[in-house]
Nanobody
Framework: QVQLVESGGGLVQPGGSLRLSCAAS????????MSWFRQAAGKERELVAR????????NHADAVKGRFTMSRDNAKNTVTLQMNNLKHEDTAVYYC??????????????WGQGTQVTVSS
């Protein structure tokens, strides 16, 4: 079964930290670039960070640069998003997304179900 399962969301105070995880299964993980998106209430979904299939340094949106860090472990088929110094405006549903970049007979686009992050005092 092709799926992405996020975990680690929750309620945190401003300035706090959370670590999101995304576990992939059912497809060749190293054939996919991975991203984190987020969608706040009433707003469009936006890209937070993206990392290529072979790992290396991820690219982060300006709004989170210096506070969030995305990484991947191809041996464990997981990606993580370490979020530090969280702000109210980081409140959103966070989605894990896989984009196939190598020709294969699995879906080109795979989305997780999302995990809620709420930053509030």
């Amino acid at each position: 079964q092709v799926q992405l399962v996020e975990s680690g969301g929750g309620l945190v105070q401003p300035g706090g930290s959370l670590r999101l995880s995304c576990a992939a299964s059912g497809f060749p993980f190293n054939f996919y670039a991975m991203s984190w998106f987020r969608q706040a209430a009433g707003k469009e979904r936006e890209l937070v960070a993206r990392i290529l299939s072979n790992g290396g340094r991820a690219n982060h949106a300006d709004a989170v640069k210096g506070r969030f860090t995305m990484s991947r472990d191809n041996a464990k088929n997981t990606v993580t998003l370490q979020m530090n110094n969280l702000k109210h405006e980081d409140t959103a549903v966070y989605y894990c997304y896989a984009e196939r970049i190598t020709q294969w007979n699995t879906p080109r686009d795979i989305w997780g179900q999302g995990t809620q992050v709420t930053v509030s005092s």
